[in-house]
């Protein structure tokens, strides 16, 4: 009787295995920041204070500030709010806006959108986790106005594991 190898069968069903499972899951702080930008894009879309199509319009987005305390870089928070303000099929353009386009022509379809996330208080200690409050102000003008067409500030706290 001839004895069959088992290794290399044990191995390719190990392999193969691993590459049917499931990927994995977005980490906890992708999830944390998109549901935000999901948030900030709803609030912003649901009443628009411009007159032409939203396709049509470009929104501008100035690079944010972000507190350090929360422990969010800023290219972290501005990737997450470009996605999810690039997410509607019938959305705005968006494009990322450096302070030297200020003096470029400004078009009427194009608006600046400035935003701030910022810690809102000390972290809430729960049973189970601990919390960390903040608040997203976010201002939308015209390209060379000083004085905002909308603001809205968003409140809500991210789970510091999250983080």
């Not at 319009?57 to 800023?74: K, N, R, Y």
Request: glycine content about 6%; aromatic content about 6%; hydrophobic content about 40%.
């Amino acid at each position: 009787m001839k004895r069959r190898p088992t290794l290399p069968a044990v191995l390719l069903a190990l392999l193969l295995g691993g590459c049917a499972s499931a990927p994995d899951a977005p980490t906890l702080l992708r999830q944390a920041l998109f549901g935000l930008g999901e948030t900030a894009t709803a609030s912003l879309l649901s009443e628009p204070v411009w007159t032409r199509n939203t396709p049509d319009v470009v929104l501008l987005l100035a690079a944010p500030d972000v507190d350090e305390s929360l422990g969010i870089s800023q290219p972290r928070f501005t990737e997450s709010l470009s996605r999810a303000l690039l997410a509607p099929s019938d959305g705005p353009q968006v494009i990322d806006w450096t302070p030297e386009m200020q003096d470029s022509d400004s078009r009427d379809n194009q608006w600046l959108l400035e935003t701030r996330l910022s810690a809102d208080g000390p972290r809430l200690t729960l049973s189970d986790r601990e919390l960390l409050p903040y608040a997203l102000h976010m201002r939308l003008r015209r390209l060379g106005d000083s004085e905002p067409q909308w603001e809205e500030t968003l409140y809500g706290a991210f789970d510091a594991t999250a983080l």
